[in-house]
């Protein structure tokens, strides 16, 4: 996988990009945990997800926020790496201009980020939003979600717990013919150790599912259409890169506290 160095909006940003493996391919963009608490593009979740979208033949692009690894800056408590994600997935649309679809996903930290940058960014057909910490940041500024998606999250988990992400996806509004669908994983807590394997199977899935989608003539009609889903799958790889990932750290409540 190419390591790449891109301008970021506080100094350079460090990422690993994977070409998509057909003409006008979709793309992706990975978000990772949080950094104040070891997130970073090597976790194990990140990792995992951009696994599912480039074993389907998706140009993926994760990186490290600002603050992280290689990456200048210093942690912006949100705001500023939201500013990074949309830098980055600038630069990875510069890198794939005729992309026929967009997704974002992210875990925890990331989740978040993605789901604010959904917000602000129409080209973004679908996202992956796993264990979202909707008892630390308000998630009702999904009003309405334009776009539909899945979140994904473990029943044991201590930091973001259960209840109040479902309570967060049932207060969700969305646009028409946008769904918003839930997948909890019986065992697994915030990192899902020993369940990872579960978090790739089902955003596997899903995503495999809305590449057949049939798209409703309204969207094609407002443009947000991308044709030739189901042909994505036949590009897809054979297996799923493999690569180093780092071990989870454990995340405290005070790690997700603004800070000056």
Not at 142 to 151: D, N
Not at 172 to 190: D, L
Request: net charge negative; hydrophobic share 40%; aromatic share 8%.
């Amino acid at each position: 996988m190419p390591e790449v160095i891109f301008a970021g909006p506080a100094g350079r940003m460090e990422g690993r990009y994977t070409p998509g493996k057909s003409e006008n391919a979709p793309i992706a963009l990975m978000l990772h945990a949080h950094p104040r608490a070891g997130g970073s593009m090597l976790d194990r979740v990140t990792v995992g997800l951009s696994q599912v979208f480039a074993s389907r033949g998706f140009g993926v692009l994760r990186f490290n926020f600002r603050g992280v690894g290689r990456s200048q800056g210093v942690f912006d408590n949100g705001q500023g790496e939201l500013s990074d994600a949309a830098t980055a997935l600038d630069y990875l649309q510069s890198l794939n201009a005729d992309a026929r679809a967009c997704w974002v996903a992210g875990h925890s930290f990331g989740a978040w980020i993605g789901l604010q940058l959904l917000m602000r960014r129409p080209e973004i057909d679908g996202f992956i939003s796993v264990s979202p910490p909707a008892n630390h940041y308000d998630l009702s500024f999904l009003a309405p979600c334009p776009s539909s998606g899945i979140i994904i999250y473990g029943t044991e988990d201590k930091v973001a717990p259960p209840h109040h992400v479902e309570r967060a996806i049932q207060k969700i509004r969305t646009q028409k013919h946008i769904i918003v669908e839930r997948q909890a994983i019986e065992g697994a807590n915030h990192f899902f150790e020993n369940h990872l394997d579960k978090v790739i199977e089902h955003s596997g899935s899903y995503l495999d599912r809305r590449l057949n989608e049939v798209t409703p003539p309204q969207l094609v009609s407002r443009g947000r259409a991308k044709p030739g889903a189901a042909a994505l799958r036949a590009a897809a790889l054979a297996s799923a890169e493999t690569e180093e990932i780092e071990d989870p750290v454990e995340i405290a409540e005070e790690d997700f506290d603004d800070e000056d």
